[in-house]
């Protein structure tokens, strides 16, 4: 993993993936629930188009939170969706965008 500390933030990077770590609460919005120092926001990277995969969760009937929104990923420019655990963690699920 490699640390990622651009725009006043930190997250490590692995592949095309990224787990941002908060070191306030509301640093980034949106966030989990329950933010404290180091906790930790996991995006999700997959395939295909962000509109079916947000109609997927819709139609299995689980509530998405915010999305779909542009975003910036480990590698570059993606769309997310985001959704909450049962414990309110925020989970982000992206495609990276090929612009």
Request: hydrophobic residues 35%; negative net charge; aromatic residues 8%.
């Amino acid at each position: 993993m490699e640390l990622d500390n651009r725009n006043d933030r930190y997250a490590v990077r692995f592949g095309r993936n990224k787990i941002n770590i908060h070191r306030k609460k509301a640093e980034f919005l949106p966030a989990a629930q329950n933010v404290t120092y180091g906790s930790q926001d996991i995006c999700l990277i997959a395939e295909g188009k962000i509109e079916d995969i947000k109609a997927e969760i819709e139609a299995k009937g689980y509530p998405v939170e915010l999305g779909i929104v542009k975003r910036t990923g480990a590698m570059g420019p993606i769309d997310s969706v985001y959704l909450r655990d049962p414990d309110g963690n925020l989970v982000e699920i992206s495609v990276y965008r090929e612009d």
